[in-house]
């Protein structure tokens, strides 16, 4: 897979507590003091075709100049080995990363042909509709014989060496080509064509003090229960007489920018209103869309620092005013939440108690490692791919385990175009 990942590098100099901001700080990346901010990998390769059994070596350097090869941890395939070369000993596409102090490099792409073929490539395995696909052939020398080819796709023979699709689905193609007077067949890759799919975000604005905002949270637990295609952050507010101890410090700038006034209070993409009774139709209505931008993320927690990085892509190209929202919650967090429903039959909270004793929070919004409206997304292309990195130290109390991430695409009006959820340490692809 061609994919690369590029992460944004700081190193804290403090242990910095940011949910102890004040209501006027934003929570931003933390920036590093240290001698390098990036880190590059490369190899002694010339090209990213390897036959079987070949040995490559790596080097990792940082933006200043300082050689961390005999520092750093490498991978391949996500797993671990010893030193900085590695054979490869099997075919096969691999994928390689640098780690030191908790932070990645870009990855490096490889593929492993026996030295008496030749290998189709394709620059793009996940593609949107529409988005051209290129094939290429290499010999084992890693030349390009692009030129002596003849590819297909689905059994079916294309003009040229470049395919695109209008409907989603999976793809086959390998190449056929000419040697010593006989027709060869490469092996066959696979690609596949996406068109993405709305995920709405529902914002719920609670308190464990508000004894009616159950009635948020119980659908909510209805709508995950139709549908996947939703992220949900639930910002919870402390009151004067009862203090909300997953209080975010930001709250007041959100329910002033969103015209919030008394819990419950929640909110679709954003700026509508998800009023009583909460209807479920209000967000499987919408929920699945087909639409024209997909967020993909990925995430490494390393002890308390927790890098991401979040990929953009657009079929029309972005809005002006486009923002990237980036939001870290927790779930499972106990605590006793007050409920005016225990003696409401009709409700799922019924006899459950007042307060209810160890009610599980979920979705908690924890920090914002973007400005909470947003980050200004630069201009894109039809096709082509904004990505953007972050770092941040996690307080050590919050569970890495129960620890997800929101990204949000949001318009100039802050009405949230498209969304993506994804589990920290989870590599969330376009979808």
């Excluded at 006027?24 to 240290?34: A, C, I, M, Q, W």
């Excluded at 995430?299 to 029309?316: A, C, R």
């Amino acid at each position: 897979m061609n994919t690369k990942f590029f992460f944004k590098i700081s190193l804290i100099l403090s242990a910095i507590t940011i949910i102890s901001c004040s209501k006027k700080e934003e929570n931003v990346p933390l920036v590093g003091g240290g001698s390098f901010a990036t880190l590059e990998l490369t190899s002694d390769s010339q090209d990213n075709v390897l036959v079987v059994n070949e040995t490559l070596n790596f080097i990792v350097t940082g933006d200043d100049g300082v050689d961390y090869t005999n520092d750093a941890v490498f991978y391949v395939n996500q797993t671990e080995i010893t030193g900085a070369n590695h054979v490869f000993g099997a075919e096969g596409n691999f994928e390689v990363y640098a780690s030191y102090l908790g932070i990645n490099s870009n990855s490096l792409s490889f593929d492993v042909i026996d030295a008496d073929e030749r290998t189709i490539l394709v620059d793009n395995t996940k593609a949107f509709r529409n988005q051209t696909v290129t094939f290429s052939m290499v010999d084992s020398d890693g030349n390009d014989v692009t030129s002596e080819a003849t590819f297909y796709v689905n059994d079916t023979e294309i003009t040229g060496n470049t395919y695109s699709s209008a409907t989603e689905g999976s793809f086959d193609v390998y190449a056929e080509y000419e040697f010593q007077g006989s027709t060869e067949t490469t092996e066959t890759k696979s690609f596949v064509v996406f068109i993405p799919k709305r995920k709405v975000v529902l914002e719920d604005y609670t308190g464990t003090w508000c004894g009616y905002c159950p009635s948020v949270a119980a659908a909510i637990v209805d709508a995950h229960a139709a549908t996947s295609d939703i992220s949900v952050v639930a910002i919870h507010e402390t009151a004067n007489s009862s203090p909300d101890p997953y209080h975010f410090d930001q709250v007041d700038l959100l329910q002033a920018e969103f015209g919030v006034f008394g819990l419950p209070a929640a909110r679709i993409n954003r700026t509508t209103t998800w009023g009583m009774p909460y209807a479920i139709s209000e967000v499987t209505g919408i929920a699945g869309e087909e639409t024209d931008l997909a967020i993909a993320i990925n995430s490494q927690l390393t002890g308390t620092t927790l890098t991401v990085d979040v990929k953009v892509i657009y079929e029309n190209g972005s809005m002006p005013g486009d923002k990237l929202v980036l939001y870290l919650t927790e779930n499972g967090l106990i605590y006793d939440q007050v409920n005016y429903y225990d003696t409401d039959p009709t409700s799922p909270f019924y006899q459950m108690g007042n307060p209810i004793p160890d009610f599980e929070h979920n979705e908690v919004l924890r920090l914002s490692l973007t400005n909470i409206f947003g980050d200004e997304i630069d201009a894109t292309a039809s096709f082509d791919t904004y990505t953007k990195s972050f770092t941040v130290t996690i307080p050590s109390e919050y569970v890495a385990a129960n620890l997800d991430l929101v990204a949000m695409v949001v318009s100039a009006d802050n009405t949230a175009r498209n969304s993506q959820h994804a589990h920290v340490n989870e590599d969330k692809d376009y979808e």
